[in-house]
C-alpha cells in the first residue's frame, strides 16, 4: 500500500503534520471503512493528529409511512441502529486508543442525507481531512466511487483521502 511506504520512511509527513491536524474518519461497518479507519488511525498517529469517528444513521427515506406503523417500531429502529452506530465507532475509538491517538467518536441520527452529515460535522469541528472508505468492483469491469464517498468527496471544504 503506498501510504505505508510513506508512513514508513516519513516521506512528506513531516510537511503534512501542520497541515492535517484534525481527521475524521467515516465509519459504517463494512470491509471499506474498516479499512479506511485502519488508514485513518496510521495516519493521525505519525502526524499527531486528533481523531473524529464518525457514524451516520440515515433517515430512512420512506420513514416508515406505511399505514399502521406503529410508533414503537420507529423508536425501535433508531434504537437499534444507534447502537449498531456505536459499535463500529467504539472499534475504532479501541484502535485508536492501542495506538496512542487522541480520538473522540460520534453518532448522527435521523440525517436526511449521509453526505450533509458528514460534511457539515466535518466543517463544525473544524476537521482537515475526511477519511472515507469506498466500495471496489461494481459489474465485472469498473469501479465506480460510492455515492457517499462521490458525494463527500464533491461538498467538503476540505481535503478528502477515500481508501479502497
Not at 14 to 19: E, I, Q, R, T
Not at 36 to 45: E, I, N, P, T
Not at 94 to 108: D, N, T
Not at 133 to 146: A, C, D, E, H, I
Request: glycine share 10%; hydrophobic share 50%.
Amino acid at each position: 500500500m503506498w501510504l505505508n511506504t510513506f508512513i514508513l520512511s516519513g516521506l512528506f509527513l513531516h510537511d503534512l503534520a501542520g497541515v492535517f491536524g484534525r481527521v475524521l474518519v467515516a465509519v459504517d461497518g463494512s470491509d471499506f471503512s474498516r479499512r479506511a479507519a485502519d488508514v485513518a488511525v496510521r495516519l493521525c498517529k505519525s502526524l499527531g493528529a486528533e481523531l473524529l469517528v464518525l457514524h451516520v444513521v440515515q433517515q430512512p427515506p420512506y420513514l416508515f409511512a406505511a399505514a399502521g406503523v406503529p410508533p414503537t417500531a420507529l423508536k425501535q429502529f433508531f434504537d437499534d441502529a444507534r447502537a449498531e452506530g456505536w459499535r463500529y465507532v467504539e472499534e475504532v475509538l479501541g484502535r485508536a486508543a492501542e495506538a496512542g491517538v487522541r480520538a473522540r467518536g460520534e453518532v448522527l441520527e435521523r440525517a436526511p442525507s449521509v453526505v450533509e452529515a458528514i460534511t457539515t460535522f466535518a466543517a463544525n469541528e473544524k476537521v482537515d481531512l475526511i477519511v472515507t472508505g469506498t466500495r471496489g468492483l461494481s459489474g465485472f469491469k469498473k469501479v465506480f466511487l460510492g455515492s457517499v464517498a462521490s458525494g463527500v468527496v464533491e461538498h467538503a471544504n476540505c481535503s478528502v483521502l477515500v481508501v479502497k
